[in-house]
């Protein structure tokens, strides 16, 4: 299911809220600091909606329906694999 043309209308100071969540997520910013920052400017976004926002923007997945894992676990192992490296 693509749900990729969806979010498309939905635009803050001509940019698109997959260019929102790329700007917000890069430089290894996590992706929920892609959730925070969308449901910041769209707050009439459920926070399910966030999340498929971030996953088609950051994936090849197209939906979150068709997402296998769970933003947050990937989080947490993250946070393990960088505690880890500052030991």
Do not use: C, W
């Amino acid at each position: 299911m693509d749900h990729t043309n969806k979010y498309l209308y939905l635009k803050h100071e001509g940019k698109n809220a997959y260019k929102i969540v790329l700007e917000a997520t890069g430089n290894g910013k996590m992706p929920l600091q892609g959730v925070k920052k969308i449901r910041e400017i769209f707050p009439f976004l459920y926070l399910a909606e966030a999340k498929e926002i971030v996953v088609i923007a950051t994936s090849e997945y197209k939906s979150l329906y068709d997402y296998p894992g769970s933003l947050f676990k990937e989080l947490e192992e993250l946070n393990d694999s960088t505690n880890e490296s500052s030991i």
